[in-house]
């Protein structure tokens, strides 16, 4: 293995931190290493806002969950897609703006390849790192706490700091129930590949000291309703489209 392949491989979610400060030189570098990241055409539909008020901070720490880490956590950053320097190039050039489907998926697309990378860096340089989907509990909440323009699309948050842990490795499917060549393989292999997870899955749980229970079981739970259903309505009153 080479340095690059070990950082990607050693990637844990990280929820506890010390109090150890990150240099802006690490924010800059990290920033580099996301903007290397490919994007489509060179829109570039993405930013990231860093959250440093402490009360701004603790608002979004309880509307994730509660979680406190968002709040303790040295540093923490919203990957939001950004529609909006698109849309004030073509107000000054008098042309309006064509929203789409694939112009949001674009944006979420580009936003999550940026961060993969900003991520990677922050991990390569010693830091442990947790991505919050908490923060859409309550979008229009956020919305309003932080004043974002038509366009800027808030998708996930960012934990950042030196970790107070070492968590084991939560287990993955094994690589032929994931890659597959030519074409899907028939439901019945998949199921018979699941079967085969559940089983490193309840492992890893009872290990850990936690309650045994199956990948499946955690499915069923997660998706027997539909989870943050305004989502559509919020993202579309920001200007995103979904036809």
Known sequence: MNPTIETIRAHRSIR?????????????????????????????????????DN????????????????????????????????????????????????????????????????????????????????????????????????????????CVGVPAESPSHRPRFAQQSMLFENEYPSDAQTLANIDQYDDAYKAYLAHRGAKPKTWSASIEKKFSYAAREGLGSYFESKGAKFT
């Open 55 to 158: 009360d701004k901070r603790q608002v979004i720490a309880d509307l994730c969950g509660p979680q406190q880490k968002v709040r303790d956590c040295p540093a923490f950053f919203i990957i939001c897609g950004d529609l909006r320097k698109h849309m004030l190039v073509l107000d000054r050039a008098d042309t309006s703006y064509k929203s789409s489907l694939e112009a949001f998926l674009v944006a979420s697309i580009d936003a999550s390849l940026f961060a993969q990378n900003f991520t990677l860096a922050f991990e390569s340089l010693g830091y442990g790192t947790c991505y919050i989907g908490g923060i859409r509990n309550d979008l229009p909440q956020l919305d309003k706490l932080l004043n974002l323009p038509e366009g800027v699309l808030p998708f996930y948050g960012l």
């Open 16 to 52: 506890t931190y010390t109090n150890d400060p990150i240099p802006q030189s690490h924010i800059d570098e990290a920033m580099l290493c996301g903007q290397a990241a490919a994007t489509s055409s060179a829109v570039q539909p993405y930013c990231v806002l860093r959250i440093t």
